[in-house]
Each structure stands twice: as C-alpha cells, then as structure tokens.
C-alpha cells in the first residue's frame, strides 16, 4: 500500500475566513472557520484512510471535507471554495477534495456545484447514503489534445 502523506497542518482560506486549528493527526485535521460572526467547524480527512476509504479507489493525497452543522446555507459556497483554494494550496499534489453530502440533500448538491464541486457517484457506507462531489486541481482534468489523435492519422 502506497504510504498516506499527512494532512497539511496549516490552511490559509481567502475570501474573508479565519482559519484557527481544533485538533491535528497524521491523516486528519480540525479548524474552526470564522467570518462575519460566523463559526463553522471543519474536519479534513485522507479518504485512503477515512471513512471513505472503501467506497471509492480513493488516492493516497485525496482530501475529504466535513462541514459541520451551524454554516448558513448562503455562506457554504464562498466557504467550499475558500476552503478548496486554501487544501490545494496547502497540498498542491491533492488530486481530489471531496465532499460527501446525504443523497438527496439538494442544499448541499446546489452549493457544491456553486463551489466548482461535480458529482462523481453515489456510495453506501452502511449507515449512510452519500453523494460524493469531489473538486480536482486542472492539472488533473486538463486533457492534452494529442491523446485524441490517432498515430498516423
């Protein structure tokens, strides 16, 4: 098994949110995200070794957030992508940031694709149903063009 790195100890989110850490492991880091009289309590988790890490073939750098309860469905948005920018940043291999959201919650599907989240499938993990929403950096989605060619052609 290709060893999991550690979750990056620092985020730096823009757009207005202050970052303040609430507990810090190898594979798994907790912040508290204020703005605007706002807290809102972030959990970052590598999915290899998560709570997803059988659902999917999860990457060893992917990155699951958990937003908890008490973030204004106004305010998730500007927090996924404040939040995605801030992971990237910290760990610029990330392949995936991924989302899982309770199948069927529209509120949660609508903002993260209003962060730049798509929806890659649904998954159960027993006790829940989860669609998962992941983010990847360009270098990920960007196809070159030459890979459509045919030799010879």
């Known amino acids: 098994m290709t060893t999991v790195p550690a979750v990056p100890a620092g985020l730096a989110p823009?757009?207005?949110?202050?970052?303040?850490?609430?507990?810090?492991?190898?594979?798994?880091?907790?912040?508290?995200?204020?703005?605007?009289?706002?807290?809102?309590?972030?959990?970052?988790?590598?999915?290899?070794?998560?709570?997803?890490?059988?659902?999917?073939?999860a990457g060893a750098r992917d990155l699951e957030v958990r937003v908890g309860a008490g973030c204004p469905d106004g305010l998730l948005p500007a927090l996924?992508?404040?939040?995605?920018?801030?992971?990237?940043?910290?760990?610029?291999?990330?392949?995936?940031?991924?989302?899982?959201?309770?199948?069927?919650?529209?509120?949660g599907l609508t903002a993260a694709e209003s962060a730049g989240y798509r929806y890659a499938v649904d998954v159960d993990l027993g006790t829940d149903e989860l669609a998962l929403l992941v983010a990847e950096p360009d270098w990920v989605t960007g196809t070159d063009i030459d890979l459509d060619r045919v030799p010879g052609a």
């Open 80 to 107: 996924l992508r404040s939040l995605t920018a801030a992971v990237l940043a910290a760990d610029p291999h990330c392949r995936r940031v991924v989302l899982a959201v309770p199948v069927g919650d529209r509120g």
């Open 14 to 57: 823009d757009r207005g949110w202050a970052a303040e850490p609430s507990g810090h492991g190898r594979t798994t880091a907790g912040f508290h995200l204020r703005r605007g009289g706002v807290t809102v309590d972030v959990c970052l988790e590598r999915c290899a070794v998560g709570r997803l890490r059988d659902a999917y073939p």
